[in-house]
């Protein structure tokens, strides 16, 4: 679902309105003169964030100790499409 953007101060003057829309699964992006600040999401949506990243930093701290060349891919490919 895509990111909603609002002022702090409509946030702040709306804010049980937005946390309803939260639980429903919005998401918003709140901003201070037109420059992002903060993001109120669900927990949910956090914690998925926030596995997703962990596995992201696993996999190119994983990238960065294994020495493949180039070929070596490419002979692995090439044998998958035997």
Sequence with gaps: MKTIQIGAFDAKTHFSELL??????????????????????????????????????YFRNL???????RAEVRSWINEGRS
């Design 63 to 69: 990238r960065r100790t294994i020495a493949v060349s």
């Design 20 to 57: 309803q829309d939260v639980i429903k699964g919005k998401s918003f992006e709140i901003l201070r003169r037109g420059k992002p600040v903060a993001h109120l999401t669900s927990i949910r949506g956090a914690d998925n964030f926030r596995v997703a990243r962990e596995a992201l930093d």
